[in-house]
């Protein structure tokens, strides 16, 4: 047996509460399919790997730890995001203290933005990029089975006398059909998992990624993990992990996370022309843009099981709009929208309040905006800049950012100011935006005739509970 042959991937412990605050509720716990790719390159090379899914087992920190340790590792990964990164430093920390002689790494799209800025002495590697073969490569390293030198390893950043070295991006990986399909059968039970409540309408539901990386230059995006570049699954390839989670995993409901999956016109009407060949069935949503729909695709989707699709619309202002270089026009959204709607899919938009150059005024231009479109949700976030951003770069030297604190950055947190609206009128803002949208008689009639089914009826309960919390 190899000396690293026994390889622990953890998604660090954080509740519900610490993710999503007063959303808790029905914020989203969804499996961690980064690990699950890694996984899966890990065991095709013959490799034993265990995933420990805290977050969603609800684990604390030393049942975090005890339950890593009892697959005896000799190397750990941990993954971290903007959220979770203070729980993937407290639990490098606590692991090296329990066994000194792990080899312990931290991946994730946090350490894709800062690099070595995200690391601690506790680590020995951090993975920056696309991480699959980078992880892949050091394992070999570490064995002494790898022809290459460490500095000649792509996306890993290394410690060396003390100082953590960072080596050169690794390429992308251009045909994501050479990936095996995520290693899910390694996580705790799939029924554990739900996106947030809007997300779905039948369990079980799990995530899926068809493609990676976005061509377009909105500002608050960061592409430091799968780049601009888009890069998709063949149509086959999806189609027959949509049939492995129907005919293995029992799934009844798939949320397609890709950042946009509408982006391919041609590729998305041949997957649901093979979804309806195959007879699958299986209701799905997933994330597009305006600008990138048809009424003949749309068409399609409804026929193959789409159900909802989520649009980042992000403000009703124009000139705004042009700020982020969101890349749409309001008349593209009205028109966009109203095709879904026609479609026979229910339509969710996503909006951001607390751009550098908003006012109160523009502020309730968006919110009047959503209420006069004919959406089914809208999702409102605070603006809250990631590092490796434009944005984060403008917020700086625009209005007031405290980022001395990341783990406080998140949809529900003001840790930004712009200069014409303050923390308090943008929490006030916040809270009105999802109160006079929900709370519409004409809307929440609307919603009651959409109900069609139990869990359809809990998961409007919760929603209700979280608004009136508000």
Known sequence: MSSVNNIGLVSPPISTLERYGKFADVGSVTPPLGLCYIASVLEKEGYSVSIVDAEVLKFSMEETVDKVLSYNPKIVGITSTMTTFHSAIDLGRNLRKAKSDLYLMLGGPYVSALKTKALDDSFDFGVFGEGEYTVLELIKFLEEINTKSIQEIDGLIYKKDGQFKLNKPREYIECLDTLPYPARHLLPDMKLYRPNAQCYKKLPVTTLITGRGCPYNCIFCDHSTFGKKYRTHSAEYVVNEIQILTEQYGIKEIWIVDDTFTIDKSRVIKICEMIIKRGIDVSWS??????????????????????????????????????????????????????????????????????????????????????????????????????????????????????????????????YEPPAVSKKQLEAKHREAYRSFYLRPSYVCRQLRNIDNVDDLWRHINALVTLLRL
């Open 286 to 415: 997933c994330c597009g843009r305006v600008n990138n729909i048809s009424p003949e695709m749309l068409q399609k989707m409804r026929s193959a099981g789409c159900w909802m699709i989520a649009y980042g619309i992000e403000t009703g202002n124009q000139e705004i709009m042009e700020y982020i270089k969101k890349g749409i026009t309001i008349e593209q959204v009205k028109e966009g929208i109203k095709w879904t709607k026609e479609a026979g899919i229910l339509a969710k938009g996503y909006f951001m309040i607390g751009h550098p150059t908003d006012t109160l005024k523009t502020i309730d231009e968006t919110i009047s905006f959503a209420k006069s479109l004919p959406l089914d949700y809208a999702l409102f976030l605070i603006n809250s800049p990631l590092p490796n951003t434009e944005l984060f770069e403008i917020c700086k030297s625009i209005g007031k950012l405290d980022y001395t604190d990341l783990s406080k950055f998140s949809a529900w947190n003001a840790v």
